[in-house]
């Protein structure tokens, strides 16, 4: 969770943008596009809008370590 000061804790996003989960991932947008179109990363559409859920980003690392290792 995040903290705000002086107000209660904010809640972990559920969804990322793109360009948010390309930031956590430290990879550029156009990766993560060729990841999400490759279906090595989960992805759900609210109208046209292309969303990322947090948990699977966690998946996708946990991917990671386990072909790497």
Known sequence: MRHTKGT???PAPLL???KE???LLSIGRT???ELLNQGSLEKVKIGNSTRIP???LQT???ALRHTTH
């Open 60 to 62: 996708f690392l946990d």
């Open 54 to 56: 947090a948990d699977a």
């Open 31 to 33: 990766r993560v596009y």
């Open 8 to 10: 209660a804790p904010m």
């Open 16 to 18: 990322y943008t793109v």
């Open 21 to 23: 989960a390309a930031s």
